[in-house]
């Protein structure tokens, strides 16, 4: 697999090719995700749920965002590097929005940032975008917004809300996003701003019709259980593994069982012998 770039990515969605991206925290996901060919790897700063145990995204802070980014880039090679811009990183001023997009660049080693919200953020957008640091689009449900959205809710199913997204979709594009995703929409709607904007479109839960999909990974594996939200396919029930796996490993503790002669290390007997005679 070659280096992914935001060039390609482009003409994927020209030649009608599906683009895969997945949320990734830790260095030894990566590797595997680099040998499957994963197309984006995506540090969200929904690590503040599920690996931080937070309520909701709103913690995290840029030092959680550049120290997780960092264990990932050292396990990537080929996908597109991106991470998250946490709350109020961005949203604050122009000025600081470059500044930590660009913390993320040259601390955290990723290729693109990815910044919450439409028409409000366009100038924040074009600002970091004039600075030569990509950036990528998300709307629709935005949960940095939760507490204004009043939860996490699905957003699109009235006119008016799909008039404003579509009119969102188009800003970001003019003001120079690479790509955008969109969470939680009606999948017509979401066909319908795939069709007018000429950047990629990654759904989460907003149906096949994008030109991508990305899911949280942890979800993806069943590893997270305080909810599991409608549009998660779980591919695999890491949680049951892993609770057989630790109950297995403490009853064997418990029972004497392991560590066994074959999980330890051994010492010549003339060298123990040498200790037992200084004993006495």
Do not use: W
């Amino acid at each position: 697999m070659e280096k992914m770039t935001i060039t390609k990515l482009r003409e994927m969605k020209e030649k009608g090719k599906k683009i895969v991206m997945l949320t990734c925290y830790d260095y030894p996901t990566a590797l595997i995700m680099n040998e499957v060919g994963i197309d984006i790897l995506l540090v969200g700063d929904s690590l503040g749920m599920v690996v931080l145990g937070y309520e909701d995204t709103l913690p995290v802070t840029m030092e959680d965002m550049i120290r997780y980014t960092q264990a990932v880039a050292r396990g990537n090679k080929n996908p597109l590097l991106v991470a998250d811009m946490p709350f109020l990183s961005y949203e604050v001023s122009k000025n600081e929005a470059i500044k930590n997009a660009g913390r993320l660049i040259k601390e955290a080693g990723v290729q693109a940032v990815k910044t919450e919200g439409g028409k409000e953020m366009a100038e924040i957008i074009k600002a970091i975008v004039d600075v030569k640091i990509p950036v990528m689009g998300h709307i629709g449900l935005t949960p940095q917004s939760v507490h204004k959205l009043g939860g996490f809710k699905v957003q699109g199913k009235t006119a008016p809300q799909v008039k404003k997204l579509i009119e969102d979709a188009q800003a970001l594009e003019e003001a120079g996003v690479f790509s955008i995703v969109l969470e939680c929409v009606p999948a017509e709607v979401a066909r319908m701003i795939t069709e007018r904007v000429k950047v990629p479109t990654i759904g989460i839960g907003a149906g096949p019709y994008c030109d991508g999909q990305v899911l949280v990974t942890h979800d993806l594996l069943g590893l997270f259980d305080r909810f599991v939200p409608k549009f998660v396919k779980q591919y695999a029930d890491l949680r049951k593994i892993l609770r057989e796996a630790f109950t297995k490993f403490k009853e064997e503790v418990e029972r004497g069982e392991f560590p066994s002669r074959e999980h330890s290390f051994k010492i010549k007997e003339e060298e123990l012998a040498k200790v037992k005679d200084e004993k006495r």
